[in-house]
């Protein structure tokens, strides 16, 4: 599986997903989740599409070049973003510290380590170093356009299936069992009311999956939840001990991924690892 995040060159990936077509096998995710359940199996050199954070350049820039071509993907939407123009919060807390803001509980950090230093805190104290930010900088943050109901209903419409990828984009296993659920419930039921369809595939904030949450999901009838690990996702298991669904590897490309290391993920390679010949890149 390969997953984008934000797309700013749309030539760069239109080059991208030629190239996908010339050496591999673009997969739509109802394929992927029935093969993971015994049916259909998948052409050789699988590659499904994934775009992270639900970035408004999925609509934008990929949607034109993946409708062009009828290549499928899954946009993962951080629900509670949609139709505003709120940063993401690592966007927000880079530019604030930027802007002089500071937390008591970041002393000393460049922008980069704060982030990554807030996503593992507990959920309480990464809001609290957000708001101490937010006080201290001195200016507030940009907005930032998201996307839309309309783009959502474009990107459904054009190929591209709506996945869960929670409320916030909060670490879940850095949060209660009351925000757990909300992070969960409230993207699927959000999600649910501006697409008149359920989500059924889910991308785990931050990439680290919980217990709690694939309880939640299980319950709600998803059928496909995505890790953000780095490795390739082997099928070859499953007809052996079964693939758990709920915890599907990725890999991450952008439009800055040399075409080498572009080429050797389609063709079954992960960098640095064994070669996979039955591996799906998501």
Known sequence: MLTFRGLDDPGAFRAQVERLLRVASPVALTQVQDALTGGTPLPPRPVLLTFEHGHRSAATTALPVLAAHRVPAVAFVV??????????????????????????????????????AMA?????????????????????APGQ????AEDLRALRDGGVAIGNHSLGHARLDRCDDYVVREEVVGGHTLLTE??????????????????????LLRGYGYRSAFLGDDQLFDLRSAGAVRPDPLRISRLGVDLGTSRGIFDSVLAGWAPGLRRLRGAVAV
């Open 79 to 116: 629900a509670g973003l949609v139709g505003s123009e709120r940063p993401y919060w690592w966007d927000e807390a880079r530019f604030l510290i930027g802007e002089g803001g500071y937390s008591r509980r970041l002393p000393g950090r460049s922008a980069a380590d704060a982030v990554a």
């Open 120 to 140: 593992a805190l507990p959920d309480p104290d990464r809001r609290g170093c957000l708001e101490e930010l937010r006080v201290t900088a001195r200016r507030s």
């Open 145 to 148: 356009a998201q996307l839309t």
């Open 194 to 215: 501006l697409t008149g369809e359920e989500p059924s595939a889910f991308a785990h904030p931050h990439g680290v999956a919980d217990g709690r949450a694939e309880a």
